[in-house]
């Protein structure tokens, strides 16, 4: 019993890979579209949020576990699973929390300029503090894979993306709170800025997660400056704690079950092949003379 319930939370936790990629992707290939629409970049942002909070949460049927079966585990690891099923939880409400802040944000900016920029500062807290939160669950995730496989890799690349639409977010607020910031060309909609440059400035996050750069933000601005850097440094930082903990996995080399099966990593190459097999058969280790 306590096997199938790992098995299941590892198929849970590859579904919200999945589906955590695929809305980034589609994303990222409408951001020319969203162009036209810029109030839908906040419907993206909680979209993305939402994505790895339902599929990994227990507002989901089939993610509702069942308590009692922590209790035939042993006890760390029913320790564990509790804490997993406690982390859902604050998930989901961190996630209401934004949806509730975001529209009153929206909504501030429409009709009460001075009270939105007042909101900005709540408004990058919270979303700071769930993107990140997702963020870290999805690296602790990542670590405990037992073997390299193509869903490790899907989740990798959703973390990755998922740090430049926190950055997209934290630049939208910051542009309510310092305009000057930003060195930004006319939106050509009748909404306000923190609405119309939304694509653009989730555009500027990309170019400094990648260390390209953007012309949007100001040269020599303290504010634009503290940003790209802390997107820049947090991207670099993902990559090279992935890499550390990716390397040490062992792969899935023509073994399906080798993931249903995390105590037994899968072989070598050269241990699959009968040449391999046949030279490590001839080696033998020799004992030196003295």
Same mark, same amino acid.
């Given at each position: ?6 098995? #299941? ?69 029913? #320790?564990?699973?509790? #804490? ?47 993107? @990140? ?9 990542? %670590? ?10 899907? +989740?990798?690349?959703? +973390? ?23 060195? @930004? ?17 989730? +555009?500027?996050?990309?170019?400094? @997660? ?16 503290? %940003? ?12 090279? *704690? @992935?890499?550390?903990? !990716? ?23 050269? %241990? ?7 030279? %490590?058969?001839? *080696? #033998?280790? !020799?004992?030196?003379?003295?």
């Amino acid at each position: 019993m306590t096997m199938d319930l790992v098995s #299941r939370l590892l198929q849970q936790r590859h579904a919200l890979y999945r589906g955590l990629l695929a809305v980034e992707v589609l994303a990222l290939v409408g951001l020319r579209g969203l162009q036209q629409a810029p109030r839908l970049v906040s419907v993206v942002y909680l979209v993305i949020s939402a994505v790895a909070v339902l599929t990994d949460s227990p507002l989901l049927r089939k993610n509702r576990l069942d308590p009692s079966a922590t209790q035939a585990m042993p006890s760390a690891l029913g #320790r564990r699973v509790q #804490r997993v099923l406690l982390r859902r939880q604050r998930l989901v409400s961190f996630w209401i929390l934004a949806l509730a802040v975001e529209l009153l944000w929206q909504a501030a900016l429409e009709f009460n300029p001075g009270l939105a920029v007042q909101l900005s500062v709540l408004h990058l807290v919270v979303w700071l503090s769930l993107m @990140l939160g997702v963020l870290w669950s999805l690296v602790k995730a990542l %670590a405990e894979e037992p073997v390299f496989n193509g869903d490790l890799l899907m +989740g990798a690349a959703a +973390g990755y993306l998922l740090v430049g639409f926190t950055g997209g977010i934290v630049l939208n607020s910051l542009l309510v709170l310092d305009p000057a910031a930003f060195n @930004l060309p006319a939106h050509g909609h009748t909404l306000p800025d923190g609405i119309g440059h939304a694509p653009a400035l989730l +555009g500027a996050a990309f170019a400094s @997660l990648t260390t390209i750069g953007s012309p949007v933000l100001t040269t020599g601005n303290l504010t634009s400056l503290t %940003a790209s850097v802390g997107i820049t440094i947090v991207g670099q930082l993902y990559v090279a *704690i @992935l890499i550390a903990g !990716v390397l040490g996995k062992p792969r899935v080399l023509g073994n399906p079950k080798a993931v249903d099966t995390p105590s037994q990593p899968a072989a070598a190459p050269e %241990a699959e092949h009968p040449r391999g097999q046949r030279a %490590a058969a001839r *080696i #033998r280790l !020799v004992r030196p003379r003295r």
